[in-house]
């Protein structure tokens, strides 16, 4: 017997594609499996703190700068940033699905959603960009930026600050994202995942619902309550 | 069984076959790739010694320039920048790297009876971002260095300064990268690839601080990361969060700054625990006293590192009702401290002590942390630490620590796990001269400075009153002697390489794992995986009797 079927007992070899092999320094697959899956979710938590350090600042200004805030804030547009937010918890509900859909052996699915997925990644940076460019002409821009007129409050260059660091980081999680989530499509094509392997889908859709769950948080705090 | 053994029975397996990690394949190209903790454990060893030299020759340049008041050989703006680069490549080139990433990433796996950390290719990237992280920082001293202090305070950092301040801190936010993957990496190892029987309280009690400093590193770092990246923002397009002229709040950057910084102090001391605590047991030959103890005070002292970022901002502005809170919590990491001291006297008691090269670092140890720790409390409190607060007593306390602790006992690491990773032996005698310069030239340096501290010596200024020469001249006679020793431990463990005996598996009759495999061990770790049947320094029953 193989080494590989060993370590899986045999019977569960056959369920695994034949480009997957269990790493020597693992006893079987699924401690492999819960190895991985309990990295991603430490590097989660690196993430969170990342953006923790964001939300404190945010919040302290706000507090100092409360009316600067409120006046920046009704310059955000609440319209594309409600789409937005629509957008990526859809695409959020697709990746799940997506994951669902691999552990089922339903390759042909599995494509679908992810391609919905990276779909509607990609409107949310196109919506963004219109974002930016609208934000960029105005003047509406951080800290010593800052050139647009008739403000009545005193530092709106810091809202702006923060708004540009906080959803700029997020964006480029979401490019990050998407170039894991074509990485996994393409694997997926290859046949290499089946309901006995799917860790690496499952992994990319954890990292890609703390995207959407970051923004979740960004909208309302920056576009709603200013 | 034909794949397993039991702990007992590796120490009676037949010599390999010649093969080890050193020699199975060869060529430069083979260790950039090569994806074996041990070799990965031996570039960063490598690596943070290139670093420790680094900082050291700038300490040396400053020491020196300190000899008189006024100008001994430099100005005072490159005095600032030989400063700031010791600080900056001291703490992130050589310390928070040092022990968990060398000796650590080393003796993860073979302490556990694995076969590697749980994410090996991770692991040679944490080392790539290690080295691209040093090649901004080195970039940053040959394009017109840095001179704000490696705690890059703002307003300066962000505008005033003219220097590479941007290249250093891209340098240090790439580090933390690797210090988040080295930290995450074994957290999973630990609770995934224990060999069968090693369950979490038979691990070595160095395991358990690496645990508690990979706690940190995970949770701590990535502030410091946002707080680098919105420092470097403001610098280069002055977006205002730091700028008190466009309304930022330069006190926000010490709060984000310490809040890692703080924390991060203990990712420099755990580890240097850790290894004080297996040269104890080691070399007084019995089980740790008190396992528990020492284990879960490592854990505690990770929780309350959180807690007291604020006693570095005693005197910035912060309200008298934090100070008071900050000072109060700050009393509470002296509890697990002082728990682990006590348990390190207890495992010395009755043991039959062997006063080997690693122990006379073990016992250093435990003398010089107990005064940096002690002196620590000092600064704690707040009427002492108003007058205290940026003088060399600071200056002689956190060298106590960082390096009258952590070095010696990564120094003290070095010579207890050399033989097995080198499979060679060193000069014992020259070992042992080195050890004494060090130790004597460290005392001689730094404690003259907390005498220069209480008498109110501020910290980083060029120029001094003179009353303050001749403990200056004296402080920089020390540097000197310190430097000699640190030469001599380098050429010793150097000419080991060349013409050290054979080691033999087990020198110094330890009880860990990793003594019951060859030095230096095979590429897989272990003959047959281990299968643990005794507690953490434990001996075989015909052993003891």
């Known amino acids: 017997m193989s080494a590989k079927a060993e370590a899986l007992g045999g019977a569960e070899e056959s369920k695994l594609s034949p480009q997957f092999h269990v790493a020597h320094h693992f006893d079987k697959a699924d401690t492999q499996f819960d190895a991985g899956r309990m990295g991603v979710w430490l590097f989660l938590v690196t993430e969170i703190l990342l953006f923790g350090g964001l939300f404190c600042a945010f919040a302290i200004f706000r507090s100092k700068y409360f009316p600067s805030f409120v006046e920046a804030h009704h310059h955000l547009d609440r319209v594309m940033g409600g789409i937005n937010t629509i957008v990526l918890i859809s695409s959020s509900f697709t990746m799940a699905l997506a994951v669902r859909s691999a552990q089922k052996n339903e390759k042909k699915k599995t494509t679908i959603l992810l391609a919905i997925t990276l779909a509607c990644a990609a409107m949310f940076l196109v919506v963004k960009y219109f974002e930016y460019s609208h934000k960029i002409h105005d003047g509406l821009l951080p800290g010593g930026n800052f050139t647009a007129a008739d403000f009545a409050s005193g530092h709106p260059g810091i809202f702006f600050a923060i708004y540009f660091m906080m959803t700029g980081i997020h964006g480029v999680h979401v490019v990050i994202g998407m170039g894991l989530i074509l990485w996994i499509l393409l694997r997926n094509q290859k046949n290499e995942f089946s309901s006995r392997y799917y860790a690496p889908v499952e992994n990319v859709g954890l990292y890609w619902h703390l995207v959407d769950l970051v923004w979740i948080y960004l909208f309302p705090l920056l576009y709603l309550v200013g | 069984m034909a794949n397993t053994a039991t702990v007992d029975e590796l120490g009676h397996s037949p010599a390999v076959r010649g093969k080890n990690y050193l020699n199975q394949t060869a060529g430069?190209?083979?260790?950039?790739?090569?994806?074996?903790?041990?070799?990965?454990?031996?570039?960063?060893?490598?690596?943070?010694?290139?670093?420790?030299?680094?900082?050291?020759i700038f300490a040396l340049l400053v020491r020196l320039e300190l000899l008189t008041a006024k100008k001994t050989i430099m100005d005072a703006s490159q005095y600032n920048q030989a400063f700031t680069l010791h600080g900056a490549a001291m703490v992130f080139l050589f310390i928070i790297p040092s022990i968990p990433a060398s000796l650590g990433n080393f003796f993860l796996p073979l302490m556990i009876g694995a076969k590697d950390v749980a994410f090996p290719r991770l692991n040679l990237l944490s080392l790539y971002l290690y080295w691209i992280g040093a090649i901004f920082m080195l970039a940053a001293i040959v394009t017109g260095g840095v001179d704000t202090g490696w705690t890059f305070y703002v307003p300066y950092a962000s505008g005033v300064s003219t220097t590479s301040v941007i290249s250093a801190t891209f340098g240090v936010f790439v580090m933390g990268f690797s210090s988040i993957l080295t930290g995450l990496n074994f957290i999973v190892t630990l609770h995934k690839l224990r060999a069968p029987g090693m369950s979490w309280y038979r691990m070595?009690?160095?395991?358990?601080?690496?645990?508690?400093?990979?706690?940190?590193?995970?949770?701590?770092?990535?502030?410091?990361?946002?707080?680098?990246l919105l420092l470097i923002f403001e610098r280069a397009f002055h977006i205002g969060i730091f700028d008190p002229t466009l309304g930022g709040d330069p006190v926000l950057f010490q709060h984000f700054f310490w809040f890692y910084s703080h924390p991060a102090v203990y990712i420099m001391i755990l580890p240097g625990m850790g290894v004080a605590t297996e040269i104890l047991a080691t070399n007084s030959q019995r089980r740790v006293f008190g396992y528990k103890a020492i284990a879960f005070s490592s854990v505690a002292i990770a929780l309350v590192s959180f807690l007291?970022?604020?006693?570095?901002?005693?005197?910035s502005g912060q309200s008298e009702l934090s100070s008071a809170i900050f000072s109060f919590l700050t009393f509470f990491v002296a509890i697990p401290s002082g728990v682990k001291m006590f348990n390190w006297l207890g495992t010395l008691w009755g043991g039959s002590i062997r006063f080997t090269v690693p122990m006379l670092y073990g016992i250093a140890f435990l003398f010089l942390f107990a005064i940096g720790g002690l002196t620590g409390l000092f600064l704690g409190m707040l009427s002492v630490d108003l007058h205290l607060h940026d003088t060399y007593f600071v200056v002689a306390h956190f060298h106590y620590v960082m390096m009258g602790s952590t070095a010696i006992a990564f120094f003290g690491g070095l010579h207890h796990w050399w033989p097995k990773m080198t499979g060679k032996m060193y000069d014992e005698n020259l070992a042992r001269v080195g050890f004494a310069l060090t130790f004597i030239g460290f005392n001689w340096t730094f404690f003259t400075q907390f005498i220069l501290g209480t008498r109110g010596m501020p910290r980083r200024y060029y120029n001094y009153l003179d009353q303050f020469q001749p403990l200056h001249a004296f402080s920089t006679y020390g540097s000197w002697v310190l430097g000699t020793g640190?030469?001599?431990?380098?050429?010793?463990?150097?000419?080991?390489?060349?013409?050290?005996?054979?080691?033999?598996?087990?020198?110094?009759?330890?009880?860990?794992?990793?003594?019951?495999?060859?030095?230096?061990?095979?590429?897989?770790?272990?003959?047959?995986?281990?299968?643990v049947t005794l507690d953490a320094y434990e001996r075989p029953a015909e052993e003891t009797a």
């Open chain 2, 204 to 228: 070595p009690l160095f395991l358990w601080s690496l645990y508690a400093t990979s706690i940190i590193q995970v949770l701590a770092t990535p502030v410091l990361g946002i707080t680098l």
């Open chain 2, 308 to 315: 007291v970022w604020g006693h570095h901002m005693f005197v």
């Open chain 2, 28 to 56: 430069v190209w083979s260790w950039l790739t090569t994806v074996d903790h041990k070799r990965i454990g031996i570039m960063y060893l490598v690596s943070v010694l290139v670093g420790f030299g680094l900082g050291g």
């Open chain 2, 486 to 531: 640190f030469l001599i431990t380098f050429i010793c463990l150097a000419r080991s390489l060349k013409t050290g005996a054979p080691a033999p598996a087990d020198p110094w009759g330890g009880a860990t794992l990793e003594w019951k495999t060859a030095s230096p061990p095979i590429t897989e770790n272990f003959e047959k995986a281990p299968i």
